[in-house]
C-alpha cells in the first residue's frame, strides 16, 4: 500500500470513520433483514446494481481518461456510507432501514466491491481482486466488528465515545478529501468540469433511479426515499482506499474524493426539500 505524507491519513481516517460507524450499530440492525427482508434486499441490490452501471455508464459517456474512468467505478461499486444515516435523519426519511442497508451493504462489500469492480474494469487495468478483498475487510469489517463487539461488551466505553463519533468521522472525511485534492490539485483543475460533471451525473441519476426503481418495493414513501438516499451515497473514503492501494495511477483515487463532496450535497439538498415535504 502506497503512503506518502498527508495519503498516511487515509486509511487509518477511513478505519476510525468505520469503528464509529460500529458503534452506532447493533445486532439487531442486521436481523431486521430476516425479520423485513423485502425493502432492505431490494435496497442494497439496486445499491450493487444501478451504481456500477451508472459509474461504468457515465464514464464512458463522457469520455474519461482511464484512471477517472475507473476510479469512478470503483467508487460507485462502494457500499453505503454513514453519512446517508445522517441524510435520512435529516429528510425524515426511514432512518431504521437506512441503517440495516448500510450495515448490510457493508459486511457485503469485502465480496461485492472486488467483484464488481474487477468484473467491469478489468478489461481496462490490471486489477487484483484478492488484494482488493483483503483490503476491505481490513478497513472495512474488522472496524465495524470492533465497534461491534465494544457497544455489546463494553457499553460504558462506548456510551463515552458515541458523542465524539459523528464529529470524528466528519474530520476524518474532510482531512481525507483534502489529502487527496491537495496532493492531485493540477490534475483536478485541468479536467475538473469534465469529472465534476461525470460525478454530479452518476450521483443525481443515482437518486433519481434509487427513487423511482425503490418505490416498486412499496409505494414512493419513506421507503423509496430511504432507498434512493442510500443508492445516491457511497461510502467514498472506502473507493480512496482501494484506489490508492491497487491502482497504480495515482489518478484513479481523485473520484472518490470528488465523490465525497457530491454526494454529501446533492443528499442535503433532497433531504431539505424532502423534509418539508412528509409522506402523506
Not at 431486521?32 to 435496497?43: E, H, K, S
Request: charged residues 10%; contains cysteine; hydrophobic residues 55%.
Amino acid at each position: 500500500m502506497r503512503s506518502s505524507g498527508s495519503y498516511g491519513l487515509i486509511t487509518p481516517g477511513l478505519q476510525i470513520i468505520m469503528l464509529g460507524m460500529g458503534l452506532t450499530l447493533e445486532l439487531s440492525d442486521f436481523s431486521r433483514v430476516f425479520r423485513a427482508p423485502a425493502p432492505i434486499l431490494w435496497g442494497v441490490l439496486l445499491q450493487y446494481t444501478v451504481m456500477p452501471l451508472l459509474g461504468w455508464g457515465v464514464g464512458y459517456l463522457f469520455q474519461l481518461p482511464t484512471p477517472f474512468a475507473v476510479g469512478l467505478v470503483l467508487v460507485c461499486c462502494c457500499p453505503g456510507g454513514t453519512a446517508s444515516n445522517v441524510i435520512a435523519y435529516l429528510a425524515k426519511a426511514d432512518v431504521a432501514l437506512s441503517v440495516s442497508m448500510t450495515a448490510f451493504s457493508t459486511m457485503l462489500a469485502a465480496a461485492c466491491t472486488p467483484l464488481l469492480t474487477t468484473w467491469i474494469v478489468g478489461s481496462r487495468v490490471d486489477v487484483d481482486g484478492v488484494g482488493l478483498f483483503v483490503s476491505t475487510a481490513e478497513v472495512v469489517l474488522l472496524p465495524v466488528a470492533i465497534g461491534l463487539f465494544l457497544r455489546r461488551y463494553l457499553p460504558k466505553l462506548t456510551e463515552k465515545l458515541l458523542p465524539i463519533a459523528p464529529a470524528a468521522a466528519v474530520l476524518m472525511i474532510v482531512l481525507i478529501v483534502a489529502a487527496i485534492l491537495g496532493a492531485r490539485k493540477d490534475a483536478v483543475l485541468e479536467s475538473g468540469l469534465q469529472l465534476l460533471g461525470a460525478v454530479l451525473t452518476t450521483h443525481t441519476f443515482g437518486f433519481l433511479l434509487g427513487y423511482l426503481l425503490g418505490g416498486l418495493s412499496g409505494g414512493f414513501g419513506n421507503v423509496a426515499r430511504t432507498i434512493s438516499i442510500e443508492v445516491g451515497m457511497q461510502n467514498s473514503g472506502l473507493g480512496a482506499v482501494l484506489a490508492q492501494a491497487h491502482f497504480a495511477n495515482p489518478l484513479t483515487v481523485i473520484p472518490s474524493a470528488i465523490s465525497a463532496i457530491t454526494h454529501c450535497i446533492l443528499g442535503s439538498a433532497l433531504a431539505a426539500y424532502w423534509s418539508r415535504r412528509p409522506v402523506l
